[in-house]
């Protein structure tokens, strides 16, 4: 009885053992044909020969042995280690490599060689006859390099560049047509346009364009006063005052009914047209002929129309302007009760001498105020300082440096820098066309100050400013 409990309970042994081996075996099975495809081949091969490895040792484990032969358990242990043995030396595939590993030696010192003895070729760095690849080292690139590639950054957009002309000569049209009809006594000249974008110093956007509406004065009827002889005391501003009023009265000039006190008043005549742009003129009419939309900007002291269309928003001022004794005197008159005066332009004679000067030499100042003028543009701080303070400054400084070719532009720019902190540290930057007139004396003390602290920053590190 105790045999055949003793027997029955092997053959259950024998019996779960062998289940347990075959559901093992049929996971390597499946473990084997999908090893390629997960692993790789590598990983594959050494999955296999520890798979073979693990039988061998199982099989040995429950394969029937003779319980009289003494050396088949030690033949059973030999070839179990034996197996073991070759999982151990099967080559492992490459360990990827971590970051903090890359900043390790990837070779271990060399030996050094004993006289007499050949050399290790497994010493070698590289292959022979392998190319050596020499690391490129980090290029920094100079002022002169960085304005450079800084400048070809600062182009108008190509739609812009060709619809915001197009557009503002159709308006220009349209309101000339209408000018002529509302008021065909008052002899005004063709409107033109004027601006950056024309003449070509326009960056990054065109966002705003000028509307010229020149006004025909009989010469006889008229002449200038300096503002520096007027309550202003300000020679960038000039007054229009009605001559021989005995011989010719009032009203011998279509331009007399703008007149306040025997002068041409700028603000009476942008009163006049201010009202004429706001109430008088179709402009959704307009603006439906054109594909965009138009609309003249109530509040504002200038006479400004803003538009928009479906690829930009722009933005036109018109300005009356009076051409007279060789000057350019526009209807901006100042903040206060003085309605008189007109302000004498320079754009004009700023452009015409900076491109007159760069057709002598091929020099670079166009260059450096399209680049100056971007930086203004991109520095809130520094809007009021672009335009004719830095066109003034690089006339000014075309006196004293002759070199303005593109080689030297760096060095330009940097002392364009160092001459405009000088000029706000003594917040006085005088006129290059009549010294006169100082350019910074309608800024306030608080903006001089910032602009100075931006620039001054700036001299020691100028690429602070391309940014």
């Known amino acids: 009885m105790a045999a055949f409990w003793q027997q029955r309970g092997r053959r259950q042994e024998n019996g779960g053992l062998g289940s347990v081996i075959d559901g093992l075996g049929s996971v390597f099975d499946v473990l084997l044909a999908n090893a390629r495809l997960v692993l790789g081949v590598s990983g594959a091969a050494v999955l296999a020969i520890a798979t073979l490895a693990v039988k061998r040792l199982i099989d040995r484990a429950t394969s029937p042995r003779d319980e009289g ?99 503002a000569r159709s308006i220009c049209t349209q309101l000339q047509n209408f000018l002529r009809s509302k008021f065909p006594e008052l002899p005004f000249g063709r409107l033109f346009l004027s601006g950056a974008l024309l003449d070509g110093l326009e960056v990054l956007a065109a966002e ?87 609309h003249p900007v109530v509040a504002s002291r200038e006479l400004k129309l ?35 005066l007109w302000l004498e332009s320079f754009y004009r004679a700023e452009v015409s001498r900076v491109k007159e000067l760069d057709a002598g030499d091929s020099g670079a100042r166009q260059l450096c105020l399209r680049i100056m003028n971007g930086v203004c543009k991109s520095q809130p701080s520094l809007h009021k300082l672009g335009g004719s303070p830095v066109t003034h400054i690089i006339l000014q400084l075309s006196d004293t440096a002759s070199d303005w070719a593109e080689e030297s532009l760096a060095d330009r720019f940097q002392q364009v820098l160092e001459e405009l902190v000088a000029s706000l540290e003594k917040g006085v930057l005088p006129s290059y066309f009549n010294p006169k007139i100082n350019l910074f004396s309608g800024l306030l003390e608080e903006e001089i100050d910032e602009m100075g602290f931006v620039l001054y920053r700036a001299i020691s590190e100028p690429e602070v400013l391309l940014k």
């Open 69 to 167: 032969d003494p050396k088949a358990e030690q033949k059973s242990l030999e070839d179990s280690w034996q197996d073991l043995t070759l999982i151990k030396t099967t080559p492992k595939p490459p360990k990827k490599q971590r970051r903090e590993d890359l900043s390790e030696p990837l070779l271990s010192p060399a030996r050094p060689q004993v006289p007499g003895e050949a050399p290790d070729p497994r010493s070698s760095s590289a292959p022979l006859g392998a190319p050596q690849v020499k690391p490129s080292p980090l290029r920094c690139l100079t002022l002169q390099e960085k304005l450079l590639s800084h400048s070809s950054q600062l182009a108008v957009p190509e739609i812009q560049a060709s619809l915001v002309p197009q557009l």
């Open 208 to 294: 705003h364009i000028h509307l010229m509406l020149p006004m025909v004065l009989d010469a006889g009827l008229w002449s200038l006063i300096s503002g520096e002889d007027t309550v202003v005391r300000n020679p960038q501003y000039w007054m229009i005052k009605r001559i021989d009023l005995g011989y010719f009265p009032r009203g011998c000039s279509p331009w007399d009914r703008f007149i306040v006190g025997r002068y041409l008043s700028s603000s009476v005549l942008n009163e006049t047209l201010h009202k004429l742009l706001v109430a008088s003129i179709n402009w959704p009419a307009i603006g439906g002929l054109l594909g965009c939309a138009i």
């Open 306 to 340: 803003e538009v928009k269309h479906d690829q930009l928003d722009l933005s036109i001022t018109l300005f009356p302007v009076v051409e007279m004794e060789g000057k350019v005197l526009l209807a901006v008159p100042p903040e206060g009760l003085v309605e008189n």
